[in-house]
């Protein structure tokens, strides 16, 4: 369930930090936006997904997953740019940038906002669902119910 849950609030970020940007090139065109697009999708991203920045002592593991997807995002961004992997789709999805073939996927800024969120929200969530536990164990909570008593 938590997998799934990093799933949609990967796509759910990735897609609202592209529509945003969709808009804002509308109207300026400027050639560097979509790297910086992709990098605060993939920072955003980094924020919500993965465990919450308020149970940790500090902000340092969130600032580092926020810092990794502004990589991510920017890297995905520059492989999907490549010829070889750019794969033209048969349609545009917002109507814009169309060419013979289709439309290249990095150009429709939502859906791969909603691609880059999709791959690094389950990668946060997948990390944590594997190694979340280890903190609790020493806690107290409801994980001490499972230690064996003390003999007296």
């Known amino acids: 369930m938590r997998l799934l849950l990093g799933?949609?609030?990967g796509a759910v970020?990735?897609?609202a930090v592209g529509v945003g940007?969709?808009?804002?090139n509308e109207a300026h065109d400027w050639s560097w936006l979509p790297w910086l697009m992709y990098g605060l999708a993939g920072t955003l991203v980094g924020i919500v997904c993965g465990a919450p920045f308020w149970k940790f002592d500090n902000i340092f593991t969130t600032g580092l997953k926020a810092l990794v997807g502004f990589?991510?995002?920017v890297g995905l961004y520059a492989l999907g740019r490549m010829d070889a992997v750019n794969a033209a789709l048969p349609f545009a999805f917002l109507g814009e940038g169309e060419t013979e073939a289709g439309a290249h996927?990095?150009?429709e800024y939502p859906v791969f906002g909603a691609a880059i969120g999709l791959l690094w929200g389950f990668l946060l969530e997948l990390d944590e669902s594997i190694g979340g536990d280890k903190k609790d164990a020493g806690g107290g909570g409801a994980s001490s119910a499972a230690k064996p008593a003390a003999k007296a």
Request: aromatic share 12%.
């Open 7 to 9: 799933l949609l609030k």
């Open 13 to 15: 970020a990735g897609a």
């Open 105 to 107: 996927l990095v150009n």
């Open 71 to 73: 990589g991510v995002g």
């Open 21 to 24: 940007f969709h808009f804002l």
